[in-house]
C-alpha cells in the first residue's frame, strides 16, 4: 500500500503570538511512502540536494515515531518528498515535513492515532507547537501548554484573508534566531504583546483590517532578531507602504509576511497581487529580496490523498 500526505506551508509567531500563533498558507509539500524492507528518501523541488536522504530525514523521524509509538519499530519506507516550501527560510518547511510524516506514517499502520495525538507527537519532534499546529489543522491556530501537554485552538480565519511574503533568498536555522532572545523581556513589553496578540486574533477572525497593523506589532523577539534579519524593518515598511493591511517577520525569519484583507477570497488575492507589483518596486534596491509571493490561507491542513 501506497499513501500520499500533502502539508501547507505555515507562518508562525505572526508578530505578538511567539510559539503560539500560527497560519496555514496555500503552498504545499507532498510527500509519499509506502512500507519495504528498509528505508529509502528521494527528495524533489525545494532541499533537493541538500537535505538528508537517510534516517536523519525529517519526514523518516517524524514516520520511525510513529512506528515506534504502534509497537512496530523494525518497519521502514521507501518516501518521496515533493518539496514546494523553500527550507529554511521561515515557512515552516520542517514542520510540514514532521506532519507530513506522522500523518503517512498512521495511514499505512492503521490511521488510529487521531489528530490529538499526531499533535503531540508533532510538538515532541519539532520542540514547539506553534507552526506544526496550523500545519495539521489548518487556518489560524492558538497553542499553549499546560502540565498536562500541548493544546491547540483552531480559529477559522475571515474569508477575505490573503497574504504577501518576502522571501529571503538566504537561510536562517531557527535555532541560530532563539540563541538571539534574550531569557527575560520587561514587564510593559509582556503587557504590550498581549494586547496586541488580542487584537489580531479578533482582527483575522472578525474580518477588521484596522486591527491588523497594531495587533500584528511585537516587543518579544522581532527587536532582538533584527540583528540577524537586519532588513527586516525596511521589507515591512515596504509591504506597508505598498499597501499590507500589517506585517510582521514570518516565523524565526528571515521571510516576512504582510496580512491582506477585503470583502472576499478573491478580492484578497486581487489586493495582494497589486501589492507585489509595488513592493518588488520598493525592495529593489534590498539585496536578497527578489521574490515577493502572493499566498491564500490554507483551511484544510494536512490532507490525505
Excluded at 181 to 199: G, K, Q, T, W
Aim: glycine share 10%.
Amino acid at each position: 500500500m501506497v499513501r500520499t500526505v500533502s502539508v501547507p506551508a505555515t507562518s508562525a509567531n505572526l508578530g505578538p503570538g511567539y510559539d503560539s500563533f500560527g497560519v496555514a498558507l496555500t503552498l504545499r509539500n507532498e510527500f509519499t511512502a509506502g512500507l519495504c524492507d528498509a528505508w529509502s528518501v528521494t527528495v524533489e523541488g525545494e532541499g533537493a540536494g541538500v537535505l538528508p536522504v537517510n534516517v536523519d530525514n525529517q519526514v523518516v523521524r517524524a514516520m520511525a515515531r510513529v512506528f515506534a509509538e504502534t509497537g512496530q519499530p523494525d518497519l521502514a519506507a521507501r518516501v518521496v518528498c515533493r518539496n514546494a516550501i523553500p527550507v529554511g527560510r521561515g515557512l515552516g518547511s520542517s514542520s510540514a515535513a514532521i506532519v507530513g510524516g506522522l500523518v503517512l506514517a498512521d495511514a499505512l499502520v492503521s490511521g488510529g492515532l487521531g489528530q490529538e495525538r499526531l499533535f503531540e507527537l508533532a510538538v515532541e519532534l519539532e520542540g514547539h507547537p506553534d507552526n506544526v499546529a496550523a500545519a495539521l489543522f489548518g487556518g489560524m491556530t492558538v497553542c499553549w501548554v499546560t502540565s498536562e501537554g500541548p493544546h491547540a485552538l483552531r480559529v477559522e480565519p475571515f474569508a477575505g484573508l490573503a497574504a504577501v511574503v518576502s522571501v529571503s533568498d538566504s537561510k536562517f536555522p531557527t535555532l541560530a534566531a532563539r540563541a538571539v532572545l534574550p531569557d527575560m523581556v520587561p514587564h510593559a513589553d509582556a503587557a504590550f504583546n498581549v494586547s496586541r496578540a488580542a487584537l489580531l486574533v479578533t482582527g483575522i477572525a472578525a474580518g477588521d483590517a484596522t486591527l491588523l497593523r497594531e495587533g500584528l506589532a511585537d516587543r518579544i523577539h522581532e527587536q532582538y532578531r533584527a540583528a540577524v534579519v537586519p532588513d527586516l524593518e525596511v521589507v515591512k515598511r515596504a509591504l506597508l507602504d505598498a499597501g499590507a493591511d500589517g506585517a510582521a517577520l514570518s516565523g524565526a525569519g528571515p521571510s516576512i509576511i504582510g496580512l491582506v484583507m477585503a470583502e472576499n477570497a478573491d478580492e484578497a488575492l486581487g489586493r495582494a497581487r497589486d501589492i507585489v507589483l509595488r513592493a518588488h518596486a520598493l525592495l529593489e534596491s534590498v539585496k536578497g529580496r527578489s521574490q515577493v509571493r502572493v499566498l491564500g490561507i490554507d483551511r484544510d491542513g494536512a490532507l490525505l490523498l
